[in-house]
């Protein structure tokens, strides 16, 4: 069976999110299906890698795999509130942290996979002549950013503003939209909404109408993606498999083709 790939990038209300456990809850407690499966939390600018990797896994194993796609805070609200699922893989190690404390996932069933690198991004004519963080305090300069609590993005972009003491400026004055997952940011430079936004490098797709400008080292925050087996799951074993194949050679020459640099 096709995968059912389930995207989630807006705020949905509490019954929606009730709803979806619900059908979860169907197939998996009411066994009204016969066939075996996982449910995947990932975040939305993980979409290509995980679409690649969840068809190689079905094609190997013959077990579907359903993925929610969603900024990093909104599926670890979904994971929290429905307690159904059997792979976490936030955009950051954050929202893993958080899981492991909250008992939502194994610790020892936790494994770092690649990095998460910042990045500017601008119109290919970089029109207001961005080159640095401190560029997005200029005045006139419009910039995106993600939202601080609902992806990872948004959080670790604040911390690095935070750093350089730019954040608040950059709120007050230069903030023209929020959004709640890093592939929305994308949507506003090429047409002209904004002039700049944060966004994962890993993310980007070729696009001549985007300018990438590298973050000062010094200044950057390097993200780690982890994945992890749920405590909630009811299919330990092949939770264990899935897990077992992302971080394997032939799952970490897939995260390698998409852009992404595997943890040694």
Known sequence: MKRRDIILIVSVSIVAILSLASYYGYNYNDQKIDEERLLIYSGAGLKPVMDEIADKFEEKTGITVDIIYGGSGHIFGQLSLS?????????????????????????????????????IIVKDDNPKGITSLEDLSKPGVKVALGNKDRCAIGRVSKEI????????????????????????????????????AIVWKETL???????????????NIIETIPASVTR?????????????????????????????????
């Open 83 to 119: 307690q159904r699922g059997d792979i976490f893989i936030p955009g950051g190690k954050y929202y893993t942290e958080r899981a492991i404390e909250e008992g939502l996932v194994y610790k020892n069933l936790t494994k770092d996979v690649v990095y998460h690198i910042p990045c």
């Open 161 to 196: 503003l935070e750093r350089e003491g730019l954040y608040d400026i950059i709120r007050e004055n230069n903030l023209e939209v929020e959004t709640a997952t890093v592939n929305e940011l994308l949507v506003y430079i090429p047409t002209g909404v904004v002039d700049a």
């Open 205 to 219: 797709v070729d696009d001549d109408k985007i300018e990438v400008i590298e973050i000062d080292p010094a200044k």
């Open 232 to 264: 909630c799951t009811e299919n330990l074993d092949t939770a264990k498999e899935f897990l077992n194949f992302i971080t394997s050679e032939e799952g970490l020459k897939i995260w390698r083709e998409k852009g992404f640099k595997p943890i040694e």
